[in-house]
């Protein structure tokens, strides 16, 4: 076959359209892999509609462009310099492109390359174009190239619909090491019942974090997410007194060691400065939902007790094997995500029903 279905943008808000344009022929290090399932991710109607004006400095691809920034497939084809990747490989495709030459690309941290990219979604610098230009195909398509070194083997036990979350459970599991998270630890996720925040609270727990306190807005998501390990996970309903208080009582008065702050865009910042004060000395503070707000924070404070503020941006393909093997291993348990599926005739459709998502529990996938 000489031409594959696309889903592609043509217009900034408008609703994306059918193309059919030609398979890509790998360069000698890429590989082309038949997509079996991309994740629909829930900020993608922004990324569609706001960002150019949320964000100007975070460039979206050159229209029409195929977005689509999880994807999970198949290898059909290898480039004659690709090693240790064969045809029929289970992959799942780290989106994240950087220009492999910098200073810190040499030092193996891909995110911090000034032209980081997100394949099939948007760019981080001004030169983000040149990355688009190389890899023009998201996982709206039924085929991609990619550089072997972005991919991430799948276990046999991985469905390639669980294999298309990674890019937000990725991004819980590079923030919680950044964090030291592990047995011994009370980490407090901030939005534990969304996409992001229900990826950390699964991470954490097959990383053998002790205590797991979440807080959100839905008593019954929030339930539905104790019910997950009621012996380790806590959750708090916003609104329903002091979370400080509720996580010194649950700390016996030490707080948590962790704070993973979940929230995004449009959320107020005075939730992450509330949740901040519940850390206790020497605590950590990750930011990776993107929140827009800018909270005034007392760094005297933070000074004193030693408590640190990052952000944290997506993951390593390194990060996200290791990943892949916890899942593998049964230590990291991905059954509990509920899959809807559709096809890539469908993609305006399945935007428009992402507000009724079972919250973070809901896995929205085109299978090309």
Same mark, same amino acid.
């Given at each position: 076959?000489?031409?594959?279905?696309?889903? %592609?943008?043509?217009?900034?808000?408008?609703?994306?359209?059918?193309?059919?344009?030609?398979?890509?022929?790998? %360069?000698?290090?890429?590989?082309?892999?038949?997509?079996?399932?991309?994740?629909?991710?829930?900020?993608? &109607?922004?990324?569609?509609?706001?960002?150019?004006?949320? /964000?100007? !400095?975070?460039?979206?691809?050159?229209?029409?462009?195929?977005? &689509?920034?999880?994807?999970?497939?198949?290898?059909?084809?290898?480039?004659?310099?690709?090693?240790?990747?064969?045809?029929?490989?289970?992959?799942?495709?780290?989106?994240?492109?950087?220009?492999?030459?910098?200073?810190?690309?040499?030092?193996?941290?891909?995110?911090?390359?000034?032209?980081?990219?997100?394949?099939?979604?948007?760019? /981080?610098?001004?030169?983000?174009?040149? %990355?688009?230009?190389?890899?023009? !195909?998201?996982?709206?398509?039924?085929?991609?190239?990619?550089?072997?070194?972005?991919?991430?083997?799948?276990?046999?036990?991985?469905?390639?619909?669980?294999?298309?979350?990674? +890019? !937000?459970?990725?991004?819980? /599991?590079?923030?919680? %090491?950044?964090?030291?998270?592990?047995?011994?630890?009370?980490?407090?996720?901030? +939005? =534990?019942?969304?996409?992001? &925040?229900?990826?950390?609270?699964?991470?954490?727990?097959?990383?053998?974090?002790?205590?797991?306190?979440?807080?959100?807005?839905?008593?019954?998501?929030?339930?539905?997410?104790?019910?997950? *390990?009621?012996?380790?996970?806590?959750?708090?309903?916003?609104?329903?007194?002091?979370?400080?208080?509720?996580?010194?009582?649950?700390?016996?008065?030490? +707080?948590?060691?962790?704070?993973?702050?979940?929230?995004?865009?449009?959320?107020?910042?005075?939730?992450?400065?509330?949740?901040?004060?519940?850390?206790?000395? +020497?605590?950590? *503070?990750?930011? =990776?939902?993107?929140?827009?707000?800018?909270?005034?924070?007392?760094?005297?404070?933070?000074?004193?007790?030693?408590?640190?503020?990052?952000?944290?941006?997506?993951?390593?393909?390194?990060?996200?094997?290791?990943?892949?093997?916890?899942?593998?291993?049964?230590?990291?348990?991905?059954? =509990?995500?509920?899959?809807?599926?559709?096809?890539?005739?469908?993609?305006?459709?399945?935007?428009?029903?992402?507000?009724?998502?079972?919250?973070?529990?809901?896995?929205?996938?085109?299978?090309?």
């Amino acid at each position: 076959m000489n031409t594959m279905l696309t889903a %592609r943008l043509h217009e900034i808000g408008a609703a994306m359209q059918l193309d059919r344009l030609p398979v890509p022929e790998p %360069r000698p290090t890429d590989v082309l892999v038949e997509v079996k399932a991309c994740n629909v991710v829930p900020n993608l &109607g922004n990324v569609l509609t706001t960002y150019a004006e949320w /964000f100007p !400095y975070l460039p979206l691809p050159k229209l029409p462009a195929v977005f &689509g920034l999880d994807s999970a497939g198949v290898v059909a084809e290898v480039g004659s310099l690709v090693t240790d990747v064969k045809v029929g490989d289970r992959v799942y495709v780290n989106p994240g492109l950087s220009c492999g030459a910098c200073r810190a690309c040499r030092r193996g941290e891909d995110p911090n390359c000034d032209s980081y990219t997100f394949m099939g979604y948007f760019s /981080f610098g001004a030169d983000g174009q040149d %990355r688009f230009d190389a890899y023009p !195909y998201g996982g709206l398509s039924e085929f991609l190239t990619a550089p072997q070194r972005n991919l991430v083997k799948l276990p046999d036990s991985v469905t390639f619909e669980q294999g298309a979350r990674f +890019g !937000y459970l990725g991004t819980a /599991f590079s923030a919680l %090491r950044k964090a030291g998270a592990g047995p011994g630890r009370t980490v407090l996720i901030d +939005g =534990i019942s969304g996409t992001l &925040g229900l990826g950390a609270c699964l991470i954490a727990l097959g990383l053998g974090v002790s205590r797991i306190l979440g807080t959100g807005r839905n008593a019954a998501l929030l339930q539905d997410v104790k019910d997950l *390990a009621p012996d380790r996970i806590d959750v708090h309903a916003a609104g329903t007194g002091s979370l400080n208080d509720w996580v010194r009582e649950r700390t016996d008065g030490d +707080g948590a060691d962790i704070l993973i702050d979940s929230l995004g865009p449009g959320s107020p910042e005075e939730s992450f400065v509330e949740a901040l004060s519940s850390l206790g000395r +020497g605590g950590v *503070a990750v930011n =990776i939902g993107g929140m827009m707000g800018r909270p005034a924070l007392d760094l005297f404070a933070l000074m004193c007790s030693q408590i640190s503020v990052m952000g944290s941006l997506w993951f390593s393909t390194g990060e996200a094997q290791d990943m892949a093997d916890m899942a593998g291993s049964g230590v990291l348990d991905l059954s =509990i995500f509920e899959h809807h599926t559709f096809p890539l005739e469908k993609i305006n459709s399945a935007l428009a029903d992402l507000p009724s998502r079972h919250g973070g529990f809901t896995n929205f996938i085109c299978t090309p």
